[in-house]
């Protein structure tokens, strides 16, 4: 019974972090019309930019990280909205998809050659204490990365419904074109919705590098696992990022437990083609169109 | 039409006796590469008519590609002539591709990209763990190359000038398939569903037939790989590649006729031109990558396509934009 | 002309071209991963290499002539691998130094093979020197004859009869899954838990857990880098406490850097560490490295070292370069490291390519891999 609570707890452990990374890609999608393949890169940035803080300009953590979540808003927000995403999306989404593509090898090269080919450690930003519960050990760290994903889910499903903001970024995502009408500054809206994401990653950076260790190739398999993670809970609401993160987590951890570790990373890939041809609107998704 | 017809030919023709003068003079390595360039072109092209004819986003192509490599090896593991093993791998591809792609474009345009990107792991994982019949993670090698009687193609060129001739067979069934009803049928729903629906074209049938057929492609493309590398492996196919693929046919021009070509060229020449940067190679390519689909969004050959808009910009009737809809 | 100014020219031609040879630069292929996967194994091969040839070319080069090397980057992918060896002949490589994964080399060392290229290697699994390739050379032991040293271990130190295996599904993982499982079957003691992990698995909590359950007396853990750390951090958090016990990687410097306290009493059997400072050859190289490079050396910076310098004592006890004469020196050849310093200890290959060399247990005291024990080769 232990086991069977240790590896539930951990897999809501993983699968929080799978959460906060669809969290954006979600978002991202919705707001924008913007499939970020390089997401899982994103979420590996901002932790260098912590460690080049750290080590080569020698600030103290608080700073560094400070440091970091300014650039990350820069360069993943902003730049990439300037420079990638403004050019080609007019020209189609697939020519986006590879063009965030090519970002993603762009970003991951980069660290690769600028930074290192090795792991790094990174230092946690939350207690790493063990607790024991009923026999299952979980972290502090495991525990705050899952209350941090559902405050977040929270808070931004608050803000996008109650603020005045939210509703015009709903509006942007629904029909931009009668939004403008309306008088939404629809570009101001996109801009937002490309800073929330940068944010979101650099939050899930700071929060899943101590445990993942800071390495140059993270972001594959975690750009994959968010993107099936946002279709499986159901890409037009944030809490379906949230639900398809954790299950896969549990799911995940379940399977390699008690039936094959040998394919495991099948699961994902069945779930993903199960919920497209049974419910391609995801868990927790509508029907409907375009929301956020 | 900027180009006659007549100089189309005659560029066509100077294509060919460069692809037939190439390895001249060269290195095994050299060859080894445009031999490489000739296959990923046949896999490229199949794409394209997934991708630039019928506009379905396709990410398994390196999978079909494992299908084919790894049925054509274990059949001529077991004996059997290349040219008889090949066609059995092309029609398990194209089988693959019609049970593959029916629920998927049954649901909704898209997805047949999520099912697909599924797909390439899965095969990934069972050619890795199914190590009884597949080697499994070191693979299976020693596979023999066709020997046709009086035409061995061990060595290098001559396998060069096989695969050429299998890829100008290819080209051709291709062109066919573009200029026959079914072809012109793709056009039309890629111009304009609607139109093209209320014509009467059966969207789903023909998205399923080109992907199909564009599936067989890749599987063609791994059997030639099977004989070329003579060893295959699981990591040869995974995900990765099928992006290489797909960037191939955007870079390239998706929907063009010598897109894939142009595009496979780019992608396995260009880091070649570019490895004097050492370690930087990578960055500089995908770079180079956003900035060319900035700017020609279309792929290299739409530079055509650019340059005419801005000096001669035609005018469009309004109800014949692209989609235009009744609303 | 008549014959004594045709003997007086031709002799006056041969003299320059043979002085000009003298001058020509040797030129040798660095194949091996520098992106990807297997960068951080590749970077340091090569870096270690760095080292090597800066050595050589101080001492006069290989036979007079100096040693320049080209660098070519596989992508840790085996077909990339084979072109490049192909083109580093091509470009007329001696010999090729590389590569390290062992899917890579099982298959380029038939493109070596063919044209009767030497190639040092830096891969473990027992496979590469199962092909009958008189050209390929180890730089370390193989899985093969690393993992059995690991069993008195097992049976006798530790005194288990039942123990888990936590390894990765990659051919480096696979390859000493297996000879460990054979080896434990032997002996008979029996394996009661088998859990395969994937390469770049981030989360090891099914694995432990299981691992947990079963009864074992001992683990031995087989993965890369990222992959041991990350295992031996959970296994820390769950309180795994059975003894763990690796072959090379476990208790590598980056290892440790990774998993922190978390490495603390971690055993591993390597081949050669730089922490086995007390030998004088590897705290010099260990030095060297890490004042060019500002980072300490991984064992597979100390196979390139050792893989280079062994290229430059065999080619100067054949004296000449000849890929087929080196293949045959180096059947059963031993070189001690009394004559032979550079290559920090005994070193002897077999008829196939195989190493044999004295290796060491080492355990993780402190934050640092301290040597336990010895072992003689095999």
């Known amino acids: 019974m232990s086991q069977f609570l240790q590896v539930f707890l951990s897999g809501l452990a993983t699968g929080s972090i799978y959460a906060l990374v669809a969290i954006g890609f979600t978002l991202l999608w919705q707001a924008a019309q913007t499939v970020n393949f390089a997401q899982g890169e994103f979420v590996v940035v901002p932790a260098f930019f912590v460690l080049v803080g750290l080590h080569v300009l020698h600030l103290p953590l608080w700073a560094a990280v400070a440091l970091a979540l300014v650039l990350s808003l820069l360069v993943l927000g902003y730049l990439f909205k300037k420079l990638v995403v403004g050019p080609i999306l007019p020209a189609g989404g697939i020519s986006l998809i590879i063009a965030t593509m090519a970002l993603g090898i762009l970003l991951k090269e980069s660290i690769k050659e600028f930074y290192?080919?090795?792991?790094?450690?990174?230092?946690?930003?939350?207690?790493?204490?063990?607790?024991?519960?009923?026999?299952?050990?979980?972290?502090?760290?495991?525990?705050?990365?899952?209350?941090?994903?559902?405050?977040?889910?929270?808070?931004?499903?608050?803000?996008?419904?109650?603020?005045?903001?939210?509703?015009?970024?709903?509006?942007?995502?629904?029909?931009?074109?009668?939004?403008?009408i309306l008088g939404v500054d629809v570009k101001r809206m996109v801009l937002?919705?490309?800073?929330?994401?940068?944010?979101?990653?650099?939050?899930?950076?700071?929060?899943?590098?101590?445990?993942?260790?800071?390495?140059?190739?993270?972001g594959e398999t975690l750009g994959v696992i968010a993107f099936i993670a946002a279709i499986v809970g159901g890409f037009n609401q944030i809490r379906g990022a949230l639900a398809g993160g954790l299950l896969i987590g549990v799911l995940d951890n379940l399977t390699a437990t008690y039936v094959t570790a040998e394919y495991r990373a099948a699961l994902p890939l069945v779930l993903l083609i199960a919920i497209i041809l049974l419910r391609p609107q995801g868990l927790l998704g509508t029907s409907e169109g375009r929301t956020v | 039409m900027t180009i006659t017809t007549w100089s189309r030919h005659l560029l066509i023709g100077l294509m060919l006796v460069a692809a037939i003068l190439a390895p001249v003079g060269q290195g095994n390595y050299i060859t080894y590469v445009l031999t490489s360039w000739l296959i990923f072109s046949i896999a490229a092209m199949g794409l394209n008519l997934t991708l630039g004819y019928a506009g379905q986003v396709s990410l398994a192509q390196a999978s079909f590609m494992a299908i084919g490599a790894y049925s054509t090896a274990l059949l001529t593991l077991a004996g059997w002539h290349w040219m008889l093993a090949m066609p059995?791998?092309?029609?398990?591809?194209?089988?693959?591709?019609?049970?593959?792609?029916?629920?998927?474009?049954?649901?909704?345009?898209?997805?047949?990209?999520?099912?697909?990107?599924?797909?390439?792991?899965?095969?990934?994982?069972?050619?890795?763990?199914?190590?009884?019949?597949?080697?499994?993670?070191?693979?299976?090698?020693?596979?023999?190359?066709?020997?046709?009687?009086?035409?061995?193609?061990?060595?290098?060129?001559?396998?060069?000038?096989?695969?050429?001739?299998?890829?100008?067979?290819?080209?051709?069934?291709?062109?066919?398939?573009?200029?026959?009803?079914?072809?012109?049928?793709?056009?039309?729903?890629?111009?304009?569903?609607?139109?093209?629906?209320?014509?009467?074209?059966?969207?789903?049938?023909?998205?399923?037939?080109?992907?199909?057929?564009?599936?067989?492609?890749?599987?063609?493309?791994?059997?030639?790989?099977?004989?070329?590398?003579?060893?295959?492996?699981?990591?040869?196919?995974?995900?990765?590649?099928?992006?290489?693929?797909?960037?191939?046919?955007?870079?390239?021009?998706?929907?063009?006729?010598?897109?894939?070509?142009?595009?496979?060229?780019?992608?396995?020449?260009?880091?070649?031109?570019?490895?004097?940067?050492?370690?930087?190679?990578?960055?500089?390519?995908?770079a180079l990558v956003i900035v060319m689909l900035a700017f020609v969004p279309n792929g290299l050959l739409g530079i055509g396509a650019v340059l005419r808009e801005r000096f001669w910009p035609s005018r469009q009737r309004a109800d014949m934009a692209q989609g235009a809809k009744l609303k | 002309?008549?014959?004594?100014?045709?003997?007086?020219?031709?002799?006056?031609?041969?003299?320059?071209?043979?002085?000009?040879?003298?001058?020509?630069?040797?030129?040798?292929?660095?194949?091996?991963?520098?992106?990807?996967?297997?960068?951080?194994?590749?970077?340091?091969?090569?870096?270690?290499?760095?080292?090597?040839?800066?050595?050589?070319?101080?001492?006069?080069?290989?036979?007079?002539?100096?040693?320049?090397?080209?660098?070519?980057?596989?992508?840790?992918?085996?077909?990339?691998?084979?072109?490049?060896?192909?083109?580093?002949?091509?470009?007329?490589?001696?010999?090729?130094?590389?590569?390290?994964?062992?899917?890579?080399?099982?298959?380029?060392?038939?493109?070596?093979?063919?044209?009767?290229?030497?190639?040092?290697?830096?891969?473990?699994?027992?496979?590469?020197?199962?092909?009958?390739?008189?050209?390929?050379?180890?730089?370390?032991?193989?899985?093969?004859?690393?993992?059995?040293?690991?069993?008195?271990?097992?049976k006798d130190t530790l005194g288990a009869k039942k123990v888990g295996i936590a390894w990765v599904n990659n051919e480096f993982g696979k390859g000493g899954h297996d000879v460990f499982a054979a080896e434990m079957a032997k002996v008979g003691i029996e394996v009661v838990a088998d859990v395969s992990s994937e390469q770049a698995q981030t989360d090891y909590a099914a694995d432990v857990a299981r691992l947990k359950d079963s009864g074992a007396e001992a683990v031995f853990v087989y993965m890369n880098q990222e992959e041991s750390a990350r295992f031996l951090i959970e296994a820390r958090k769950q309180g795994l406490a059975m003894p763990l016990v690796g072959e090379v990687t476990l208790t590598e410097a980056k290892v440790i850097e990774l998993a922190g306290g978390a490495a603390e009493g971690a055993i591993a059997h390597v081949g050669l560490t730089a922490t086995a400072t007390q030998i004088e050859g590897i705290a010099e190289f260990a030095a060297k490295f890490e004042q060019s490079f500002n980072r300490r050396p991984t064992h597979d910076a100390i196979k390139g070292y050792v893989g280079a310098w062994a290229t430059k004592y065999v080619t100067e006890m054949v004296g000449e370069f000849n890929g087929a004469a080196f293949a045959e020196k180096m059947k059963n050849l031993c070189l001690s490291v009394a004559e032979h310093p550079r290559m920090l200890l005994d070193t002897c290959w077999d008829a196939t390519g195989e190493m044999s060399r004295p290796s060491f247990m080492v355990q993780v005291k402190d934050g640092s891999p301290v040597v336990i024990g010895t072992v003689p080769a095999n």
């Open chain 2, 88 to 286: 059995v791998g092309l029609v398990l591809c194209f089988v693959v591709g019609l049970v593959l792609g029916y629920p998927a474009l049954r649901v909704q345009g898209h997805f047949l990209a999520f099912v697909t990107l599924a797909f390439n792991t899965l095969v990934f994982l069972v050619l890795r763990n199914e190590d009884w019949l597949t080697g499994g993670n070191y693979g299976l090698m020693g596979m023999p190359r066709p020997d046709f009687g009086i035409f061995k193609t061990m060595r290098q060129v001559d396998f060069y000038y096989f695969t050429l001739v299998v890829t100008v067979a290819a080209a051709l069934v291709m062109w066919a398939i573009v200029r026959s009803p079914w072809g012109r049928a793709f056009k039309a729903l890629r111009e304009n569903p609607i139109r093209a629906e209320s014509l009467g074209v059966d969207t789903r049938r023909i998205t399923l037939l080109a992907f199909a057929i564009g599936s067989a492609y890749g599987g063609l493309a791994g059997a030639l790989v099977t004989s070329l590398v003579q060893f295959i492996e699981p990591g040869s196919f995974s995900l990765v590649h099928s992006l290489r693929i797909l960037l191939m046919v955007v870079v390239g021009g998706a929907g063009f006729f010598f897109g894939p070509f142009v595009g496979a060229a780019v992608v396995i020449l260009l880091p070649e031109v570019l490895r004097f940067t050492e370690g930087y190679y990578l960055i500089i390519y995908s």
């Open chain 1, 192 to 218: 937002y919705a490309f800073l929330v994401n940068a944010a979101l990653a650099a939050l899930a950076s700071f929060l899943i590098t101590p445990v993942y260790l800071a390495k140059f190739s993270n």
């Open chain 3, 1 to 154: 002309m008549n014959r004594k100014s045709f003997l007086a020219m031709s002799t006056a031609i041969l003299f320059s071209v043979g002085v000009a040879q003298a001058q020509d630069p040797v030129r040798i292929g660095i194949v091996v991963e520098l992106s990807g996967a297997g960068a951080p194994a590749g970077t340091n091969w090569r870096d270690g290499i760095k080292i090597a040839v800066d050595e050589i070319n101080a001492d006069g080069g290989i036979l007079g002539r100096l040693v320049e090397t080209a660098e070519y980057d596989t992508q840790t992918d085996p077909q990339t691998s084979r072109a490049l060896v192909q083109k580093a002949i091509d470009e007329g490589a001696y010999a090729i130094w590389g590569t390290i994964y062992s899917g890579s080399t099982l298959v380029n060392m038939l493109v070596a093979q063919q044209n009767e290229i030497p190639q040092f290697v830096g891969s473990e699994s027992p496979a590469i020197v199962d092909k009958g390739n008189p050209f390929v050379f180890r730089t370390s032991s193989g899985a093969q004859k690393g993992v059995p040293a690991l069993t008195p271990y097992f």
């Open chain 1, 116 to 180: 290192g080919a090795e792991a790094q450690p990174f230092p946690a930003l939350v207690p790493q204490d063990p607790l024991n519960l009923f026999g299952a050990v979980v972290s502090m760290q495991d525990i705050m990365n899952l209350l941090i994903s559902l405050g977040i889910v929270v808070l931004l499903t608050q803000f996008l419904n109650r603020t005045r903001t939210g509703r015009c970024m709903q509006a942007t995502a629904q029909n931009p074109a009668v939004a403008e």
